[in-house]
Structures are given as structure tokens and as C-alpha cells.
């Protein structure tokens, strides 16, 4: 993809949504079940749309949210529900609808006081402090966000009793379940006025902030960054964490700034992205340019998405980290300073991840549990304690409390835009200076992401393809070490192909909504070799086609 001219540059006024125009569409605009574009789909981070394009309107949100409390009802799921929302315009909307629901259903619902902005990782953290130690009464929970997508869009997560990401076994029924009721024109939907279902006793006012806040000292040493006096920059980005950053200054004596302070749905505070829409991608130099540009005036900075399960960390010395740098920072750090740790607990990485993970964690003797895509694949290993830490290369990871247990099962990015400050207070160097050092010591990996053109019946073939088609035996002039459909951490299938030698690898996975799949590439012999894998990988691919009759 080419770089938009007005990438990294401010937002214009013709790149604003048109919020009045998107909100009643919301309540317009009526989807046709038919039409798979306007049907209930949940990918990995859940239902995802717009209101303007018929696929995230009022329908979709009192289905879902009525396909919910029939599973919970199913599942013997009778704690409370604790629900979030992020920034966008249509979130506000949807929690409203989802309230008529669920109170109708008679579920008890927790939201923040004021009906405010709750982060998707103090969701995860809510439902694990009040399931510890039940059998019943279980809670789960509901946020409402489209993560970093831009502002026309609108989303909408379910999170089991796990407090993680529900698993396609789960999201699989409330999507069937929601599609059904849309087909039948919301024929078994409950539902009952907002002023009703606020006056009723199933909707539950608290303070999200104050107990989370409280408890970060179990997960970061907060103590070590107040003793270090660091300057702390912050952009809350317009998220939903934004009132979270004064507290944790407050409370923990943080020479905190945050330097925006703007709520505004149409985030035209935002640098616009890479292909010329606003985005609040904290990955993205483009996105990130304000903070970038204010990296000299903190000892460490950093930026979180609308829903704050990913991060963005600004070091004076580099500017923007790139995400699989920060975690194998991440990971060098944390299992060398968190002592109470299960000695056998390992490092979690999705397998699109850099290999540079695999390398600090073979030097520091841990296993290493490579899975699919998706945060889901972490939750169990994460419960237990048997994972230390699990990230993924877009930017989302957690990490187990300092006594080695249970933090989050979903991604926090404000425990890991605080570990960046972490260890810049212990270590007297920023994440960025670490990682120069791995580099120094395991190498300088290129790692890319790109797209290539798919047909349907392509597509299907890569999800479901055997290793055994794949003939090649050398992948830019080095042996092939393995091939891989199924992740080696766990078994599961990873809906495509990864491919592996000592020195690169690639793998290549369908898109779920355009004719594309994505090659991911790295190379620790540099940009000429990573062009090599990518050229050779897409060879590979079309070879793997033309075998299967595709």
C-alpha cells in the first residue's frame, strides 16, 4: 500500500464523521438478514462495523446482546455482567441498547458511574477479582468498542467467565443466535425503555477506577518509578482510559503529564494513518506522530488505542518502538526481575510474532508456546500461571501479577505503557537502548507484513491446508527447518501456513473479510533477504493452490 500524502499530518475537516448523521443511522437504518455484509459477525475481537454501511446498527446490538443473555442462561452464568464502553460515537448508543436488553432479561449489569468510559482490560480484571475462589455466581462481561478502527465504526465483545476473549466455540452461538433473531425482525427479543431499565434494580453504578488503580501495585513496581522521578508523557488518545492517568499519578506520587486531554468523537485531534484515515493505531508512527514529537521533553512517553488493550511506548533515544521490539523487551525484562514467577512458566507469543521472542527465551531457558492468532489462545495459560506472559505482534499483551498470579486474560495496555516506565526506572535505560542491545547480542531482524491477492476457493484452500503440500524444501536459500498448520505451543490449527529456517520465516494466513491473504516475513539477515522470503513465499503459496486444484 502506497503512503497517503497526509499521513502523520494533523486531521482535516473532510475527514471528519459526521456524528449526528452517523448516530441516526444507528437507529435508521434497518440491516437485511440476507445480506452477509449486514449479518452478525465476530472475528477475534468481536462484531465490528458501521451504522452508515448497515453492519453495526441498534438490530445487531439487541440481537447480540439478547444471544448473550440466552448463552448466560444456557451456561449457568447468574453473576453480574460487567459492561465497558471506549470513545467512539456509536458506543454511548450501543451501551443504551444493550441496557434495554439485558435488564429486560434480568441480569444484573455493572457500568461505570455516570455511564462512563471503561477500558477493556478493567473489564477482564473486574470479572477475575470477583470470580476468584467461586463455583457459582460467576460473572463475564461486555465492552463496547470497535479497538482502534476508525470513527464511523462500532464494536461490540463479549468476554466469558474466563475474562478473556470468548473462544469461537462461544462467539460461534451468538452469532448464529443473534443472525436468527434478525432473520425473524426481533421476534424474542426482550427488551424494555432505558428509563425503565435505569430506574429497574439490574443496573449497578461503581467506581471501575479506584480498585484498578489500587491493584496496579501488584502488577508493576510502582514504587521504583516514583523513587526514580521519571517525566512521564501520556496521550490518552480521546480512549477510554483517559480518566485513569490522574489517579495513578495521585495515588503512586508520578510525575505524570497527560498531554491530551481531549474527548471528541470525531478524534479530530488524531495525525492521520498511513492510508489517509483517522485511526487511533498506537503501533502506528502516523498515528502517533504528536507524541513522537514531544519524545524529548519525557524520560518515557506512551499512547494506548480507544479501548486500551494495545500500547504505544515513545522512548527519547527511538521515537515509537515497533510493537515485536517492545515485547521481546518485554520479555527479557520481566522474567529476569519477577522472582515469585513459576520457574516453568513460559513465554506466550502468537506465531506471526518476531523470532526475536524465541531467541531471548531460549537464552533465558523458558519454554517458549508459540499459538494462533487471537489473545484467546493465552487465557488458560495466563489463569493459571503457567504463562508469564502472552503478546502479540499488534501491539496487545498482559502479564501475570509479581507474585505470578492472574492479572488480566485479556490485553492491558496500561500495564504495559507502565512496565515501559518500569524499566527505565530500574535499569537507568529506556526500552529502546534494550532492545539495541538483544539486537547486538541475537541479531537485527527485518520483519514486514504484506498483502497478496486471493480468491474465495484460495482462501479456503490456505485455511485448511497440510503441510504436505507444501514441496519446497529451501525458503531463501536456507534449509527448511518446519512447516507449520498447526501452532507448536498448542496444537491448534492456525488457519494457514508458517514456514521456518534458521535465519527467516513467513507465514501467510487468509483475510476474513477481502480477497487478500497476509504474508508475514522476518529475516535476521536483512531487507534483501526478508524480499526474498516474500517472493519465494508467495511462490510457495501458489504452488501449495495449484496442488490443491485452486
Same mark, same amino acid.
Not at 473532510?14 to 449486514?38: E, I, Q
Not at 491493584?215 to 516514583?226: F, G, K, Q, R
Not at 489463569?383 to 492491558?412: I, N
Not at 535465519?503 to 487478500?516: Q, V
Given at each position: 500500500?502506497? =503512503?497517503?500524502?497526509?499521513?502523520?499530518?494533523?486531521?482535516?475537516?473532510?475527514?471528519?464523521?459526521?456524528?449526528?448523521? *452517523?448516530?441516526?443511522?444507528?437507529?435508521?437504518?434497518?440491516? #437485511?438478514?440476507?445480506?452477509?455484509?449486514?449479518?452478525?459477525?465476530?472475528?477475534?475481537?468481536?462484531?465490528?462495523?458501521?451504522?452508515?454501511?448497515?453492519?453495526?446498527?441498534?438490530?445487531?446490538? *439487541?440481537?447480540?446482546?439478547?444471544?448473550?443473555?440466552?448463552?448466560?442462561?444456557?451456561?449457568?452464568?447468574?453473576?453480574?455482567?460487567?459492561?465497558?464502553?471506549?470513545?467512539?460515537?456509536?458506543?454511548?448508543?450501543?451501551?443504551?441498547?444493550?441496557?434495554?436488553?439485558?435488564?429486560?432479561?434480568?441480569?444484573?449489569?455493572?457500568?461505570?458511574?455516570?455511564?462512563?468510559?471503561?477500558?477493556?482490560?478493567?473489564?477482564?480484571?473486574?470479572?477475575?477479582?470477583?470470580?476468584?475462589?467461586? #463455583?457459582?455466581?460467576?460473572?463475564?462481561?461486555?465492552?463496547?468498542?470497535?479497538?482502534?478502527?476508525?470513527?464511523?465504526?462500532?464494536?461490540?465483545?463479549?468476554?466469558?467467565?474466563?475474562?478473556?476473549?470468548?473462544?469461537?466455540?462461544?462467539?460461534?452461538?451468538?452469532?448464529?443466535?443473534?443472525?436468527?433473531?434478525?432473520?425473524?425482525?426481533?421476534?424474542?427479543?426482550?427488551?424494555?425503555?432505558?428509563?425503565?431499565?435505569?430506574? &429497574?434494580?439490574?443496573?449497578?453504578?461503581?467506581? +471501575?477506577?479506584?480498585?484498578?488503580?489500587?491493584?496496579?501495585?501488584?502488577?508493576? %513496581?510502582?514504587?521504583?518509578?516514583?523513587?526514580?522521578? *521519571?517525566?512521564?508523557?501520556?496521550?490518552?488518545?480521546?480512549?477510554?482510559?483517559?480518566?485513569?492517568?490522574?489517579?495513578?499519578?495521585?495515588?503512586?506520587?508520578?510525575?505524570?503529564?497527560?498531554?491530551?486531554?481531549?474527548?471528541?468523537?470525531?478524534?479530530?485531534?488524531?495525525?492521520?494513518?498511513? #492510508?489517509?484515515?483517522?485511526?487511533?493505531?498506537? &503501533?502506528?508512527?502516523?498515528?502517533?506522530?504528536?507524541?513522537?514529537?514531544?519524545?524529548?521533553?519525557?524520560?518515557?512517553?506512551?499512547?494506548?488505542?480507544?479501548?486500551?488493550?494495545?500500547?504505544?511506548?515513545?522512548?527519547?533515544?527511538?521515537?515509537?518502538?515497533?510493537?515485536?521490539?517492545?515485547?521481546?523487551?518485554?520479555?527479557?525484562?520481566?522474567?529476569?526481575?519477577?522472582?515469585?514467577?513459576?520457574?516453568?512458566?513460559?513465554?506466550?507469543?502468537?506465531?506471526?510474532? &518476531?523470532?526475536?521472542?524465541?531467541?531471548?527465551?531460549?537464552?533465558?531457558?523458558?519454554?517458549?508456546?508459540?499459538?494462533?492468532?487471537?489473545?484467546?489462545?493465552?487465557?488458560?495459560?495466563?489463569?493459571?500461571?503457567?504463562?508469564? $506472559?502472552?503478546?502479540?505482534? &499488534?501491539?496487545?499483551?498482559?502479564? *501475570?501479577?509479581?507474585?505470578?498470579?492472574?492479572?488480566?486474560?485479556?490485553?492491558?495496555?496500561?500495564?504495559?505503557?507502565?512496565?515501559?516506565?518500569?524499566?527505565?526506572?530500574?535499569?537507568?535505560?529506556?526500552?529502546?537502548?534494550?532492545?539495541?542491545?538483544?539486537?547486538?547480542? $541475537?541479531?537485527?531482524?527485518?520483519?514486514?507484513?504484506?498483502?497478496?491477492?486471493?480468491?474465495?476457493?484460495?482462501?479456503?484452500?490456505?485455511?485448511? =491446508?497440510?503441510?504436505?503440500?507444501?514441496?519446497?524444501?529451501?525458503?531463501?536459500? %536456507?534449509?527448511?527447518?518446519?512447516?507449520?498448520?498447526?501452532?507448536?505451543?498448542?496444537?491448534?490449527?492456525?488457519?494457514?501456513?508458517?514456514?521456518?529456517?534458521?535465519?527467516?520465516?513467513?507465514?501467510?494466513?487468509?483475510?476474513?473479510?477481502? #480477497?487478500? +491473504?497476509?504474508?508475514?516475513?522476518?529475516?535476521?539477515?536483512?531487507?534483501?533477504?526478508?524480499?526474498?522470503?516474500?517472493?519465494?513465499?508467495?511462490?510457495?503459496?501458489?504452488?501449495?493452490?495449484?496442488?490443491?486444484?485452486?
Amino acid at each position: 500500500m502506497s =503512503l497517503d500524502s497526509r499521513a502523520g499530518k494533523p486531521a482535516t475537516e473532510d475527514l471528519l464523521v459526521n456524528v449526528p448523521k *452517523l448516530v441516526s443511522a444507528y437507529y435508521t437504518h434497518r440491516p #437485511d438478514p440476507s445480506a452477509s455484509g449486514h449479518q452478525v459477525s465476530f472475528g477475534t475481537s468481536g462484531h465490528r462495523g458501521s451504522s452508515l454501511s448497515h453492519s453495526f446498527n441498534e438490530d445487531h446490538v *439487541l440481537a447480540i446482546s439478547q444471544a448473550i443473555c440466552e448463552l448466560r442462561s444456557q451456561q449457568g452464568v447468574s453473576g453480574p455482567l460487567y459492561m465497558g464502553m471506549d470513545t467512539h460515537a456509536l458506543s454511548e448508543a450501543a451501551l443504551s441498547s444493550a441496557l434495554e436488553v439485558l435488564a429486560a432479561n434480568d441480569v444484573d449489569v455493572v457500568v461505570q458511574a455516570g455511564r462512563g468510559y471503561t477500558p477493556t482490560p478493567v473489564i477482564s480484571h473486574a470479572i477475575l477479582v470477583h470470580n476468584e475462589g467461586r #463455583d457459582d455466581g460467576l460473572a463475564d462481561g461486555v465492552v463496547i468498542t470497535p479497538s482502534h478502527n476508525p470513527p464511523s465504526d462500532g464494536g461490540f465483545k463479549y468476554n466469558p467467565p474466563n475474562g478473556g476473549p470468548a473462544g469461537p466455540d462461544i462467539t460461534g452461538r451468538i452469532q448464529q443466535r443473534a443472525n436468527e433473531l434478525l432473520a425473524r425482525g426481533l421476534d424474542g427479543v426482550k427488551r424494555v425503555s432505558l428509563a425503565r431499565a435505569m430506574a &429497574s434494580s439490574k443496573i449497578h453504578e461503581c467506581d +471501575y477506577i479506584a480498585p484498578y488503580v489500587k491493584d496496579l501495585a501488584n502488577v508493576i %513496581d510502582m514504587d521504583t518509578i516514583a523513587r526514580a522521578g *521519571l517525566k512521564i508523557g501520556v496521550d490518552p488518545m480521546g480512549g477510554s482510559g483517559i480518566a485513569f492517568w490522574e489517579p495513578i499519578a495521585a495515588t503512586y506520587g508520578l510525575q505524570l503529564e497527560v498531554v491530551n486531554k481531549h474527548v471528541d468523537p470525531t478524534f479530530r485531534f488524531m495525525t492521520v494513518d498511513k #492510508d489517509g484515515k483517522i485511526r487511533m493505531d498506537c &503501533s502506528s508512527p502516523y498515528a502517533m506522530a504528536s507524541l513522537i514529537g514531544l519524545k524529548d521533553e519525557f524520560d518515557i512517553a506512551f499512547g494506548n488505542d480507544p479501548d486500551y488493550d494495545r500500547h504505544g511506548i515513545v522512548t527519547p533515544s527511538a521515537g515509537l518502538m515497533n510493537p515485536n521490539h517492545y515485547l521481546a523487551v518485554a520479555v527479557w525484562y520481566l522474567f529476569q526481575n519477577r522472582p515469585a514467577w513459576r520457574p516453568d512458566a513460559a513465554v506466550g507469543k502468537t506465531l506471526v510474532s &518476531s523470532s526475536m521472542i524465541d531467541r531471548v527465551a531460549a537464552h533465558l531457558g523458558r519454554r517458549l508456546a508459540e499459538v494462533p492468532v487471537g489473545f484467546k489462545w493465552f487465557v488458560e495459560g495466563l489463569s493459571d500461571g503457567s504463562y508469564g $506472559f502472552g503478546g502479540e505482534e &499488534s501491539a496487545g499483551a498482559s502479564f *501475570l501479577r509479581r507474585q505470578g498470579t492472574v492479572w488480566t486474560t485479556d490485553k492491558d495496555g496500561i500495564i504495559l505503557a507502565l512496565l515501559a516506565a518500569e524499566i527505565t526506572a530500574r535499569t537507568k535505560r529506556d526500552p529502546a537502548q534494550h532492545y539495541q542491545e538483544l539486537a547486538e547480542r $541475537f541479531g537485527r531482524p527485518v520483519y514486514e507484513r504484506i498483502d497478496a491477492p486471493a480468491t474465495a476457493a484460495q482462501k479456503a484452500v490456505l485455511k485448511q =491446508l497440510s503441510p504436505e503440500l507444501v514441496t519446497a524444501v529451501t525458503l531463501a536459500g %536456507d534449509p527448511i527447518t518446519a512447516k507449520l498448520t498447526r501452532a507448536p505451543g498448542n496444537g491448534a490449527e492456525i488457519g494457514g501456513l508458517k514456514v521456518t529456517t534458521a535465519n527467516g520465516w513467513f507465514a501467510a494466513r487468509p483475510s476474513g473479510t477481502e #480477497d487478500i +491473504y497476509k504474508i508475514y516475513a522476518e529475516s535476521f539477515s536483512g531487507g534483501d533477504h526478508l524480499r526474498q522470503i516474500q517472493d519465494e513465499a508467495r511462490a510457495i503459496v501458489d504452488a501449495a493452490f495449484a496442488a490443491a486444484g485452486a
